[in-house]
C-alpha cells in the first residue's frame, strides 16, 4: 500500500500539460525572475515547465543560461547537448552550447558548434569561431575569417581588431587609418578594442609614439568606464555577468587582503597545519603578473607527453571562497585542507583535466593562495613566472583584458600593483623558504636549451622529453593574448622593447620605487 507521499508523487508526476496561456504567463514570470538574477525563484519554474511541458525548449534552453550565469558549465553541458538533439535548427540552443564548450575546455567540440551555429546563421557572431579556432592553433582559418569581415563595412573593425591581435605587422596604413576612425567613433567598448589594436599595428611599424598615444586612449577609456565617468552597457548574450570594479577599491582591497594573508599565514600557522593535504603531486601552479612569459612556460610543459595545460581558471578561488578568514582563525579540522584538495581535483576533472597525471594551472591571481596551495598539496609544484618589472608593466598597459585587472589602465596604478604583488612572494619566500620556483622570463628566451630542461627536469621533476623544445608545434587550446606567440619559435625581439617607450613612462617608473630602472647616464 502506497503511503501518502508516494500518493503525493504519483498526482504530481501525472500532472497535465501547461495550457498556452498558462505556459505563457510561466515563463514570464520565470524570466523576470531571471533577468533580476534572482535564479533560485527562477530555476523551480523552469523545472516545472520542462517537466509538464517536455516539448517546450525554452525552459531547458534558459536553465543552460542559469547555470553558465552562476559559472557551473559542468552542470549545464547534459541539458545543452540535449536540447541540441531535441532542437538541431534552432541558433541560440548551439550558441549556448558553443560557449559551454568553451569554458569547459572542449575546445574542438567547441569550434564544431561554432561551426553549426554559424551554417544555421551566417551572420551570428563569427568573431567568437574565429577565437574558438585561434585557441586550437588554427590561426589561418581565423585569419580567413577577419578578413572576409573586413570586406563589409559594418564588420570591417572587428575584423581589423582580430588581424591585429594575430599579425598586427600585416595591416597596411589605410587599414590602420580605419581603426582610427573606429577608435574615435561608436560604442565605447568598440572605440577601446580598437584603440589597443591600433596602438599594436602602429607598434609593429615601429611608430612608437603614436602606438603609445593609441595604447594610452584605450586604457584611458576603460579607465573611466571603470571608475563611472563613462557609461559602457555592454551585457554578455550567455555566461557571468563580470562586474568590473574601481581600480582605487581595488587597490584598497588588494592592500587589505595583502595585510591579512601576512599576518594569518605565518611560520608557526604554517608548520601548525602541515601534513594534512593530498599526497598527489598531480598541480603545476604558474602564478605571478600578467604579461610576465606565463603561457611560454605552460606551453613547453604542456608539450610533455605527462603534462595537461588546463589554463586559468577560477577552481581554486572558488573552493577556496568563503574559507578564510573564519577557518584559518579557528582549529581546522584534521581533513579540512585535504578535503579542499579534492574539491579543487573535481573541479579541475570537469574543465577536462583526465589525459595526463599531471596539469599545469596558470592562474596567475594564485599567488595571493601561495600559503593555501601548499597545505593543500604539498607536493604540488609552485612556478613563479617573472619578467623584467618595466616590461611586464608595460605588457599590461598595451594589453585590453576581457575582465579583471582593473589595476592595469593605468601606469600609475599598475606599479603600486606590482610593488604589492612583489611585497607578497617575498613574504612567501620567509615563511616557505624554497618552495615557490623563479622561472625568469629572460633566462628561458636568451638560453632556451639549457632553461627548457631545466623547468622541465629539475623545477617540475619530470623526466625528459624533447617535445618540450619543440612547443610550438603543440596543438593544444591556448586562450591567451599570447595566442599567436606561443605557436613560433622563441624570439628574444620583445626584450627590452619598453626601452622605446621611455619617454613615456615616468608615471611608471614613480610607481615601481625599487623595481624602476636606473637612470641611464
Not at 581533513?335 to 576533472?349: M, S, T, V
Amino acid at each position: 500500500m502506497r503511503n501518502s507521499s508516494g500518493r503525493a508523487a504519483e498526482r504530481k508526476e501525472r500532472a497535465p500539460p501547461f495550457e498556452p496561456p498558462a505556459l505563457a504567463f510561466r515563463l514570464q514570470a520565470a524570466a523576470a525572475h531571471r533577468v533580476a538574477s534572482r535564479y533560485d525563484q527562477a530555476i523551480p519554474l523552469y523545472l516545472e515547465i520542462e517537466r509538464r511541458n517536455p516539448d517546450a525548449i525554452d525552459a531547458p534552453y534558459f536553465l543552460v543560461l542559469i547555470d553558465l550565469a552562476r559559472d557551473r558549465p559542468a552542470e549545464a553541458l547534459p541539458r545543452a547537448r540535449r536540447l541540441v538533439r531535441r532542437a538541431p535548427k534552432v541558433p541560440n540552443v548551439w550558441d549556448a552550447l558553443a560557449y559551454t564548450l568553451e569554458q569547459l575546455g572542449q575546445w574542438p567540440e567547441a569550434v564544431k558548434a561554432h561551426e553549426r551555429l554559424q551554417a544555421l546563421d551566417p551572420d551570428r557572431a563569427p568573431t567568437r569561431l574565429a577565437v574558438a579556432l585561434e585557441t586550437l592553433g588554427r590561426i589561418d582559418e581565423a585569419t580567413g575569417i577577419y578578413r572576409r569581415l573586413t570586406s563589409n563595412e559594418a564588420t570591417r573593425p572587428a575584423g581589423l581588431i582580430g588581424l591585429a591581435r594575430l599579425a598586427p605587422g600585416a595591416l597596411t596604413a589605410e587599414e590602420r587609418e580605419a581603426l582610427g576612425r573606429a577608435a574615435a567613433d561608436g560604442a565605447v567598448p568598440a572605440r577601446i578594442a580598437a584603440a589597443y589594436a591600433l596602438g599594436a599595428a602602429l607598434e609593429a611599424a615601429g611608430a612608437f609614439d603614436t602606438a603609445f598615444a593609441a595604447f594610452a586612449a584605450g586604457a584611458d577609456l576603460k579607465r573611466r568606464t571603470l571608475v563611472g565617468e563613462l557609461d559602457s552597457p555592454e551585457r554578455a548574450p550567455i555566461g557571468p555577468q563580470v562586474r568590473e570594479a574601481n581600480p582605487v577599491d581595488v587597490a584598497s582591497e588588494q592592500a587589505a587582503a595583502v595585510r591579512f594573508l601576512k599576518s594569518v599565514f605565518t611560520s608557526d600557522f604554517i608548520g601548525a597545519n602541515e601534513g594534512r593535504g593530498h599526497h598527489i603531486a598531480a598541480p603545476i601552479f604558474v602564478v605571478g603578473m600578467p604579461r610576465s612569459g606565463s603561457t611560454l612556460i605552460e606551453q613547453i610543459l604542456s608539450s610533455h607527453a605527462q603534462v595537461q595545460g588546463l589554463g586559468e581558471s577560477a577552481a581554486l578561488a572558488n573552493v577556496l571562497h568563503g574559507q578564510y578568514p573564519d577557518d584559518l582563525f579557528a582549529p581546522n579540522p584534521p581533513n579540512h585542507f585535504r578535503e579542499l584538495a579534492e574539491r579543487y581535483f573535481k573541479a579541475q576533472h570537469a574543465r577536462g583535466w583526465v589525459s595526463a597525471p599531471r596539469f599545469v594551472d596558470k592562474t596567475l591571481g594564485n599567488y595571493m593562495s601561495v600559503g593555501m596551495i601548499h597545505l593543500m598539496f604539498p607536493k604540488a609544484v609552485i612556478l613563479h613566472s617573472v619578467r623584467d618589472p618595466v616590461e611586464t608593466c608595460l605588457g599590461c598597459f598595451r594589453q585590453a583584458f576581457q575582465t579583471g585587472n582593473e589595476q592595469t589602465y593605468d601606469l600609475h596604478d599598475i606599479g603600486r600593483a606590482y610593488v604589492r604583488y612583489r611585497e607578497v612572494m617575498d613574504h612567501w619566500a620567509g615563511v616557505l623558504p624554497g618552495r615557490v620556483i623563479e622561472v625568469g622570463h629572460e633566462a628561458l628566451v636568451t638560453a632556451p636549451t639549457e632553461h627548457i630542461r631545466w623547468l622541465v627536469t629539475e623545477a617540475c621533476g619530470l623526466p625528459w622529453d624533447p617535445a618540450c623544445l619543440r612547443f610550438y608545434e603543440t596543438k593544444r587550446a591556448v586562450r591567451t593574448a599570447s595566442v599567436a606567440q606561443v605557436r613560433q619559435p622563441i624570439s628574444t625581439a620583445a626584450l627590452g622593447r619598453w626601452r622605446a617607450y621611455e619617454k613615456h613612462l615616468a608615471p611608471l617608473f614613480d610607481a615601481l620605487g625599487p623595481y624602476a630602472p636606473e637612470p641611464r647616464p
